[in-house]
């Protein structure tokens, strides 16, 4: 079986070779309206299934808090719930997964919050790629409108700008771990090093 850190790598090599993108020359206009020489399609990488093998397991050794349920804003969080989900299937802490939708629906039940949770269980909110975080805020806020007790916030890559994660914190609150489990200056150093090795 794939070790936590070799699965860690393996996910790692799989944003560098599907997410990021640089382009000096020709800057990405961001979602917070922000221009970047760097881009990250996080779901380029979490579309592959190499990544989605190993994406559970990094996030079931991520987290900490004891949750029944991991789940965030979709479709970002959406591959990080589903394959950590599955990837809980036997262990001795099995979780469900949630999505929250950007709208509510505007027929039948008229739910944000989709999934098999109720109010007041414990869940895990997690993300795709943090920016300032506006995302991961809004499904922080639905949960918890819906009565469920967020316990710990996760998200995969954190691009070190606009104080994201800071802002995650304060919407979580003080005694709700958050944390990344890559950095945008990872992803970009191992970038380097990879094209660096090929004569690049």
């Known amino acids: 079986m794939t070790h936590t850190g070799d699965a860690r790598a393996e996910l790692l090599d799989e ?6 993108q640089y382009s000096p020359e020709k ?7 922000q221009y970047s020489d760097e881009y990250l399609d996080c779901k380029l990488a979490l579309s592959q299934p190499r990544a989605m093998a190993t994406l559970g397991r990094v996030f ?5 808090a004891p ?8 479709m970002g969080s959406d591959p990080i719930a589903m394959s950590t989900s599955q990837t809980s299937f036997a262990t001795e802490r099995p979780l469900r997964w949630f999505t929250v939708r950007k709208e509510a629906k505007g027929h039948g039940q008229k739910k944000l919050v989709e999934g098999s949770v109720q109010p007041g269980e414990a869940v895990a909110v997690v993300d795709d790629v943090c920016t300032t975080g506006g995302s ?21 890559v954190d691009r070190e700008q606009s104080d994201g994660i800071a802002n995650i914190q304060r919407a979580a609150g003080p005694d709700v771990p958050v944390s990344a489990v890559f950095t945008r200056s990872e992803i970009k150093a191992r970038w380097a090093a990879l094209k660096a090795a090929r004569g690049g």
């Open 136 to 156: 991961t805020v809004k499904a922080i806020e639905a949960a918890r409108d819906f009565g469920l007790r967020v316990a710990e916030v996760i998200v995969l």
């Open 27 to 33: 800057p990405f206009l961001l979602v917070s309206g």
């Open 67 to 74: 949750v029944v349920a991991i789940g965030g804003l979709t």
């Open 15 to 20: 944003l560098v070779q599907h997410a990021y």
């Open 60 to 64: 079931l050794a991520t987290l900490k």
